[in-house]
Each structure stands twice: as C-alpha cells, then as structure tokens.
C-alpha cells in the first residue's frame, strides 16, 4: 500500500501480507453468508469479514425472519408481485421481483437439503415461508466454512482499497478483540454490512450503522432511494424488541383504555406516532386466540421474553409501546446497483441485502423479512456469482495492484483547535434523526433545519473528530451515520411529495410526476438527482471482470 489509514503509523508492517482473496465479503448475515458461499462455490478464494460474530450478529440472526417464498405457480405469484406494488409507491419493478422469487425459492429448498429444520404444515408438507433467526444463520456459518471461507470474526472493515484506475482490490479494518489491523487484498469486494438504524437499540441492529454506505461512496458509488428510510419498529416501552408481526392481533389504547382509532389499521404505525407526540400509548394483544397463543410464543419466543420479565401477560394485560427507528434496515434505500450483477457504479465493487437499494422488488415500502430475506438471499447469490466471475477475468493482476486506501473521514490529522467525541458526533446525529416529528412526518422546514445543522456536523467530524487506534472504529460509525442522515434528508427535500413510507406534510399526495427514482451521492458536497425507472432487469454493458 503507498499509505496506510491508521494515524501516526505509515508502514504496513501491522498487517498480515496473507490475507489475498478473489472475493472479500464485508458482512457476515443473511447477504453476505449468500454471497461467500456463492462466490466461493464458484471456484473463488473468498474471505469475508464480519462486525460481529458471523452467525449471531445483525437483525436477522435475532429471532425469526419471514421469507417471500412463493411456488412457481403464476397466479400466487402474480398476486406476491401485485401485494405492495401500491404500498411501495409504483417504484418496483415487475422482472426483478420475478428474479428474486425464483432464485428465493431455489435457495430456501437449498436449505432444507442442508438440513434446515423447517416445520410441516397440515399437509404434512414442510413450510417454507419463515426462517428462525439462530438456526439459520448457524446453518449458513455452516455451509460457508465447508465451502473453504476464511472467516475475520470481530473484524470490521474500515476502509476499501482501490488501484490506480479506482478499481476497488480489497479493504483494511481491524480485530476489536486483539486490536490487530487486517487488510485483505481481492479481485473483488461485496458489500453487505446490511443498513443503518443509528444505534437505536432495535433489536439485532446496533451493527447496522451504515459503514457499508460509507465506504461505497467513499470510492465513488451512488445511493438511491434514501428518502425511503424512516422506518420506525414498534416496541414495548421497556424493550428493544421491534417484531411487529404480532401487533396485527392488538388493540392501541389511550392512557385512559379508550381504543385509538385506525390504530391497529394498515397505516397504523402513523396514527401511533402522532400520537406519541402528545401522550402515551398502550396496547393488548386481545385478538388471538388460546391456540395463536401457543403459536407465538412457539414462533418468536424473543418477543416474549421482556413481557416475562416484567410478569406482564400481554394478551391479557395492556402495556406501553414506543416506535424505534430502524431506519434502512427495514427502509428501501441502499447503493445503487447497475445490472443483474449487483454491480455497482465502481468496478469491482458489488452490493447486496440491506446495504443496496431494495427499490427493484418494493419501491418505496417494506418491513421486516419477507421482501428483505429474500432479497438478502437472492442478491447475495448474484453478487458472490458475479464477483467471482470478474476476478477471474482479471487474472493474475488481481492481487498485485498498486492500491491505496480511499476514504479520509476519521482518518485525518490534522492540526485542531478542539476535537469533538464520538460519542457528541452520534448523539447529535440521532437527535435530528429519532423525532417522530422530523424523521417520520416530514415537512420542508424541519428538513432544512436538520439537513443544515448535519451538514455543520459533518464539517466538524471531517475537521474535529478526536480519533485513535482505539476509537476508530466508533469514529468510522459515527461518521457513516451523519453521511447516511445528509443522504437520506438530501432526497427527503427532493422528494416533493408522499410515496411509499415517505411523508411529507407539505405534499400529502402522491404526484405521478414524480414516479421515479432519487439517486444521491457525494460527501462534503452532497448531491440528488431524478432517474427514470428502471422497466427491464438490466444486464451488463460490458464484459464482467473489465475495468474501465
């Protein structure tokens, strides 16, 4: 490497000169897992590195996730495709949902040839339509390790490394538990360190805090469909538990046990938050029978453990909720990805689950699993596929680039006349993030109020930031979530209008003329453009594996 990231240190002697890969995968969930073993299965040396613990770590690992599985029968998959067409704002995209539901169908049969544990149902048929979290992503550590991964636990990946033409060739980060640094050079790298929920203590999500988004538009990538990124869990009071599935059995109450009306409807999630804006609210889970009883707490045993506890019965007992952001975990938006490769802008470089725009198969609207798991899936198999495909035809020029780190925020040194924590830089962040009334209702004026006093912080963080070899990583995370919070409020202004989980106060109505897509980007100067829709799945205009 011509310079090193880490302040005060310019060799590379810190690093193990070992780690070469064809494909290096930042993320270790649901996506990323696809993604190794694809590329791996494919004939490629793979390394992926994960935040946490590859098989515990990220939303889906926490308890259990809904899959989009439908049979290859046309009439129950036209009536999937057609489900959230409306909810999503007409941005979806009728061939890559009909990809993504082949490739999920394939893949989850794939699991239970692995060993998976689905359960049958009346039929005596297994059930495919759900995953739980645990055995899960045991199940993919599993497979990835057998397929010859080498697997960076507690590493996460701080910056990408780039050659001369800007071509991404690998990434340097750090072991939190040794303190060691790492960089892994590679043909190729996969991003799918999934989204960002501003460590607000949803449930699986204080991983998720937009590293990936960082690092993609430091090396040139672009975003798209960050206005759709508000994205709010409910929760009880007392709890960081945001599985949702189970409220569509609840009553919402007032303070004083008179039922909230529309409360419990489809657009539900707005008449709590405005509620919350003035007083508490409760709810009951009133409406499920004995029998769904013993159901759900054999489905999703996590939900119920704050509820015990707290000796709460919540079908019989009412109890406070709240609404937790989850942000672009459970929002749309991500990088934007060129073709069928889940390719993006930069050579070399591919997106996959929450960390790419989930635009393609639900526009403007999603929630938790379904859509999400299978994308995860299905894009994490492309991507690994297709990442390795493009190693090889770079040969053996792969590993012996010129590269260099990209990226300078948090990394830089220069002479300061104050520093600003870490820990101010999130604070501040979240404080113009978490309002129901900035983040979830929209208008122009809280946006502009926000936007600018984001982009004083990002000033700050890029001139400001107190860092060091101990704090790096939480320096790189805060300034990931203030560089998501200017992208995501960027297109929200730009978005003159409401459309899937946007809303914006000052345009309550959808406008056709604005059924496209907002694409973004930059850092110290961020930008927002229209793109028109994308009607067809988009294959590649030139050779994979070429660099421009």
């Known amino acids: 490497m011509s310079r090193n990231f880490w302040s005060g240190d310019s060799s590379t002697t810190n690093f193990d000169p070992s780690l070469q890969a064809d494909v290096l995968v930042m993320g270790g969930g649901p996506a990323g897992t696809w993604a190794a073993w694809s590329a791996a299965s494919s004939g490629a040396r793979v390394v992926l590195v994960d935040k946490g613990y590859c098989g515990t770590s990220g939303c889906a690992a926490a308890s259990g996730n809904g899959v989009w599985y439908v049979p290859p029968d046309p009439e129950a998959r036209e009536a999937a495709m057609a489900s959230r067409e409306a909810l999503g704002g007409f941005l979806s995209n009728r061939e890559w949902m009909q990809r993504v ?175 919350l804006l003035t007083q508490p609210v409760y709810a009951i889970l009133d409406k499920a029978t004995e029998e769904m009883q013993a159901n759900m707490r054999k489905a999703q045993p996590n939900f119920f453990l704050p509820f015990d506890r707290a000796g709460i019965d919540p079908f019989t007992q009412r109890f406070p909720v709240t609404l937790i952001l989850e942000g672009t975990v459970r929002g749309t938006g991500g990088i934007k990805i060129l073709d069928s490769t889940c390719a993006t802008s930069v050579p070399g470089l591919y997106a996959a689950g929450d960390a790419a725009t989930r635009e393609l198969i639900c526009g403007g609207f999603t929630g938790g699993g379904s859509h999400n798991a299978a994308w995860a899936i299905s894009s994490g198999y492309w991507a690994g596929q297709s990442a390795a495909s493009y190693t090889r035809q770079l040969g053996d020029q792969a590993t012996q680039r ?87 409020y960027s297109s929200a202004l730009e978005r003159r ?31 927002v453009q229209a793109q028109p829709l994308n009607t067809t799945v988009q294959e590649p205009k030139v050779e994979v594996g070429a660099t421009a």
């Not at 300078?408 to 220069?414: K, Q, W, Y």
């Open 497 to 527: 209008e409401t459309r899937g989980m946007h809303r914006h106060l000052d345009y309550p109505q959808q406008d056709a003329e604005q059924q496209h897509y907002l694409i973004s980007g930059g850092l110290d100067k961020v930008w």
């Open 101 to 275: 539901l082949d490739q999920t169908f394939a893949n989850v049969n794939l699991l239970g040839e692995w060993g998976y544990p689905f359960p049958t149902d009346d039929q005596g048929k297994p059930y495919r339509r759900s995953l739980q979290g645990p055995e899960y992503m045991r199940l993919m550590r599993k497979q990835v390790k057998r397929a010859g991964v080498t697997i960076l636990d507690h590493s996460p990946a701080l910056q990408l490394l780039v050659d001369s033409q800007g071509a991404v060739a690998g990434a340097t980060g750090v072991n939190r538990q040794s303190g060691k640094k790492w960089a892994v050079r590679s043909g190729a790298v996969i991003i799918a360190t999934g989204g960002c929920a501003f460590l607000s203590k949803a449930l699986g999500c204080n991983v998720l805090t937009g590293d990936g988004y960082l690092m993609a538009v430091e090396a040139g990538a672009q975003m798209s469909g960050m206005e759709f990124s508000n994205a709010y869990g409910i929760a009880p009071a007392f709890s960081s538990v945001t599985k949702t599935l189970f409220y569509n059995w609840a009553t919402f109450l007032y303070e004083d046990g008179t039922p909230i009306p529309g409360a419990g409807s489809q657009r539900g999630r707005s008449v709590i938050a405005k509620t």
């Open 402 to 488: 010129d590269i260099e780190p990209v990226g300078e925020a948090a990394f830089l040194n220069s002479a300061r006349s104050h520093t600003l924590k870490a820990e101010q830089v999130i604070q501040a962040t979240q404080a113009e993030v978490f309002p129901y009334d900035r983040n979830y209702f929209r208008s122009e004026q809280g946006l502009t109020e926000s936007l600018h006093k984001l982009n004083d912080l990002w000033k700050e963080v890029r001139t400001s930031l107190a860092v060091d070899d101990n704090n790096i990583v939480q320096a790189r995370e805060a300034a990931a979530m203030v560089a998501t919070a200017r992208w995501m």
